[in-house]
């Protein structure tokens, strides 16, 4: 999760604050009920999740009431409060003592269909959410890099695949999930094996793809742009999908 520290400093940050923040249902309750948010409602890798893995579909809105389960500061272990600084428009984490307000924002997804003679590269998942399902190589993007060189480096870590990043092919809004997901072309340089987060990977025709056993809907939305396009570069198709129309079966 990113963090900004807000410029505030001395006594004017006592003045900022207004509105306490009434938090949801879930707001407080033990963080075990929000187990794998982020990575149930559609986050292909886990390593980097905020909120670990396991749990359910989270109901419509938990989303947003993950915002307002900061118990502590993390500059300096005071108390959290949920208030609107002023000038602001909705409810942050508030630092009771030393007033930082602990922004948080969407994480970025970078993935990769990538093919090799006319097939698709699919790894099949080791790790929760989604054990034993099929996705496309895709992952928590890092600091210091771009979104390419991350779409490259997941599919490398978890296909052994070095890979040459063609196009922007997807776009999707994750929003109940706070994540955005971006998918690129690539076309395999190389070999490919097993990652560390892959039970299985292989190369599919199109006809051949697991489209039942998929992961994620951001991944299948992007396989399915990619075949409509036949690997072309069609400018990037965008998609929001929200978490009451996902349909995962485990
Ligand atoms: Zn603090």
């Known amino acids: 999760m990113s963090e900004r520290v807000a410029l505030f400093c001395g006594s004017a940050r006592r003045r900022i604050y207004c509105a306490p923040f009434e938090p949801g249902p879930n707001a407080h309750k033990s963080p075990s009920h929000l187990a794998g948010v982020a990575e149930l409602v559609d986050a292909p890798d886990s390593k980097s999740g905020f909120f670990g893995s396991g749990g359910s579909i989270p109901p419509l809105g938990t989303i947003l009431d993950m915002a307002c389960t900061m118990k502590y500061c993390s500059n300096c272990g005071g108390n959290i409060s949920y208030l609107i600084p002023i ?3 909705r409810q942050r984490a508030v630092c009771d003592d ?5 922004y948080r924002n969407p994480l970025l997804v970078v993935g990769c269909v990538a093919e090799s003679d006319g097939k698709i590269l699919l790894c099949k998942r080791s790790i929760e959410p989604r054990y034993g399902y099929w996705t496309v190589p895709a992952g928590f993007m890092e600091l210091g890099e771009t979104l390419a060189a991350g779409a490259a480096r997941e599919t490398l870590e978890e296909a052994l ?4 990043i063609g196009h922007q092919l997807a776009s999707v809004d994750m929003v109940d999930a706070g ?3 971006i998918f690129f072309t690539g076309t395999l340089t190389g070999g490919y094996g097993v990652g560390e987060e892959s039970l299985d990977t292989r190369l599919f025709s199109e006809d051949e793809i697991p489209w039942d056993e998929l992961a994620f809907p951001s991944g299948r939305f992007a396989l399915q742009k990619y075949f409509e396009d036949h690997g072309q570069d069609n400018g990037v198709h965008f998609q929001e999908i ?5 349909k995962l079966k485990n």
């Open 98 to 102: 030393c007033g930082v307000v602990h």
């Open 87 to 89: 000038g602001d428009n």
């Open 161 to 164: 695949a070095p890979i040459a």
């Open 242 to 246: 929200r978490s009451k129309r996902l």
């Open 179 to 181: 994540q955005v997901h």
